[in-house]
């Protein structure tokens, strides 16, 4: 997909940036709509997209390669504008993701049930990704490089806010 074709008004799709969101919508709705998205822990982000990277290299990529090639996920251009100054109201965390929703939706006086989906963080990639033979000390040396490398947000607009 491009960005000429995502600038197009009519569509709406995944993952899409929010200063695009803001816009295809009218400034009413970009100021009263709360907005959120979701992000999630940069290490296990980057393990599960290696693991994803890996999987497509019919797992012929090592973790070392993949570093080395500087594959990042970084989604943070995703819901901050071009100075990095944040477009949501709230970033939500995918590890207490629950929670979260539960006090997003009491907060804009949504019923909340539980979950929207299974409603189970995924850790396979942990197991796929980290073979024995990587120790804690790559998994430290690595998370430096990373933690300011966000990515896997996706951007909600839900309804006007009640404050």
């Known amino acids: 997909m491009t960005w ?9 799709v995944r993952h899409l940036p ?4 803001r816009a295809r919508t009218s ?4 100021e009263t709509y709360f907005k959120f998205c979701v992000e999630r822990n940069p290490w296990d982000k980057t393990l599960s997209h290696y693991a994803m990277i890996n999987d497509r290299k019919d797992g012929g990529l090592t973790l070392d390669e993949y570093f080395d090639r500087r594959w990042f996920c ?16 709230r970033v939500l965390k995918y590890e207490s993701l629950m929670q979260e929703l539960s006090q997003v939706f009491g907060q804009l006086g949504i019923p909340f049930e539980g979950s929207p989906g299974s ?3 995924r850790t396979s990639h942990r197991q796929k ?3 024995g033979s990587l120790h804690e ?27």
């Open 4 to 12: 000429r074709h995502l600038w197009r008004r009519h569509r709406y």
């Open 18 to 21: 929010a200063t695009i969101i």
């Open 27 to 30: 400034r009413e709705v970009w």
């Open 74 to 89: 970084i989604n943070y251009p995703k819901y901050t504008d071009s100075r990095g100054s944040i477009l949501v109201d």
């Open 119 to 121: 409603g189970q963080i």
């Open 129 to 131: 990704a980290v073979p």
């Open 137 to 163: 000390s790559s998994e430290r040396d690595h998370r430096q490089g990373i933690r300011a490398r966000d990515h896997n947000a996706q951007l909600y607009l839900l309804m006007p806010n009640a404050w």
